[in-house]
T-cell receptor, first 112, second 110 residues
Framework: GEDVEQSLFLSVREGDSSVINCTYT??????LYWYKQEPGAGLQLLTY?????DMKQDQRLTVLLNKKDKHLSLRIADTQTGDSAIYFC????????????FGKGTKLSVIP | SQTIHQWPATLVQPVGSPLSLECTVE??????LYWYRQAAGRGLQLLFY??????ISSEVPQNLSASRPQDRQFILSSKKLLLSDSGFYLC?????????FGSGTQLSVL
């Protein structure tokens, strides 16, 4: 299977919370990231979490990390139409690694 | 300030033609630089990365090559494009926080 897995699609109503999930396989992952890609644009770094943390909150964004289950989630509170995009989970494996490994991305559609 | 520039934004090329995509970084020195490709409906695929001038690591054997002629310049090339080279190409630069991406080049090979 894929090293970093995400569901491909998520649809939510405007104002609701969105939860995008990601699983990874490498227990030596040191940093885990969430990127946002709007249509025709590059990837924008949204937030990241160190592997020794369980949670990180940044305004409407909450990242939860369950190292035991190798599960990462991104919660977007009060989802807006401008949040519609593809969200990528990514990991850096091991100390000193130069590479990020990405999931295939979750397409979030926000219904007005 | 630190920025990353990538051009062109879109490119339409015939099969068999050459390719040159350029990426430059400003506001930093000796950056780690990356080329990714995103094919339609698929995730990101790491193509090349470079930790310094003249140092290129290839992740996927293919029709493409990369060069790093200057510290803050990373070039993706091909001598003869294939249909399968179509995709969205992203240059990225690694900082202490993560990868920062350029705006991408949408390449269509016809």
């Amino acid at each position: 299977g894929e090293d970093v897995e995400q569901s491909l699609f998520l649809s939510v109503r405007e104002g609701d919370s969105s939860v995008i999930n990601c699983t990874y396989t490498d227990s030596s992952s040191t940093y885990l990231y969430w990127y946002k890609q709007e249509p025709g644009a590059g990837l924008q770094l949204l937030t990241y979490i160190f592997s020794n943390m369980d949670m990180k909150q940044d305004q409407r964004l909450t990242v939860l990390l369950n190292k035991k289950d190798k599960h990462l989630s991104l919660r977007i509170a009060d989802t807006q139409t401008g949040d519609s995009a593809i969200y990528f989970c990514a990991e850096i494996r091991g100390a000193g690694s130069y590479q990020l490994t990405f999931g295939k991305g979750t397409k979030l559609s926000v219904i007005p | 300030s630190q920025t990353i520039h990538q051009w062109p934004a879109t490119l339409v090329q015939p099969v068999g033609s050459p390719l040159s995509l350029e990426c430059t970084v400003e506001g930093t020195s000796n950056p780690n630089l990356y080329w990714y490709r995103q094919a339609a409906g698929r995730g990101l695929q790491l193509l090349f990365y470079s930790v310094g001038i003249g140092q290129i690591s290839s992740e996927v054997p293919q029709n493409l090559s990369a060069s790093r002629p200057q510290d803050r310049q990373f070039i993706l090339s091909s001598k003869k494009l294939l249909l399968s080279d179509s995709g969205f190409y992203l240059c990225a630069w690694k900082t202490g926080e993560g990868l920062f991406f350029g705006s991408g080049t949408q390449l269509s090979v016809l």
